[in-house]
Nanobody, 120 residues
Framework: QVQLVESGGGLVQPGGTLRLSCAAS????????MGWFRQGTGKLRDLVAT???????NYPESTKGRATISRAATKNTVYLQMNGLKPEDTAIYYC??????????????WGQGTQVTVSS
């Protein structure tokens, strides 16, 4: 059983910094890409950032220049730092992982989500 557990989130002041972490646990063969997505009220889930096993990062225009994604050497934990938060960054942030299991299948996994609210 695979679990992704997020930590961080909560209330952040406008212009402040967001720091999130996510740890994968359970029976896995290999964790490939990890990352973060977010979903605001009434909106679709959008990409925040991803990082693969080669430490190649991917940022959309909405977060590029503000967000930094990184990964532990064990590759089971992913971190996100995002600066200059705006009210429109308010959303539920979800940890994502693409995992190869022992059956030889690659599956997508999601954390339960952590609420990030940007407000003074």
């Amino acid at each position: 059983q695979v679990q992704l557990v997020e930590s961080g989130g909560g209330l952040v002041q406008p212009g402040g910094t967001l720091r999130l972490s996510c740890a994968a646990s359970g029976t896995v063969f290999r964790i490939d890409t990890m990352g973060w997505f977010r979903q605001g009220t009434g909106k679709l889930r959008d990409l925040v950032a991803t990082i693969d096993n080669g430490d190649y990062t991917n940022y959309p225009e909405s977060t590029k220049g503000r967000a930094t994604i990184s990964r532990a050497a064990t590759k089971n934990t992913v971190y996100l730092q995002m600066n200059g938060l705006k009210p429109e960054d308010t959303a539920i942030y979800y940890c994502y992982a693409s995992i190869l299991d022992y059956t030889g299948r690659v599956r997508d996994y999601w954390g339960q989500g952590t609420q990030v609210t940007v407000s003074s």
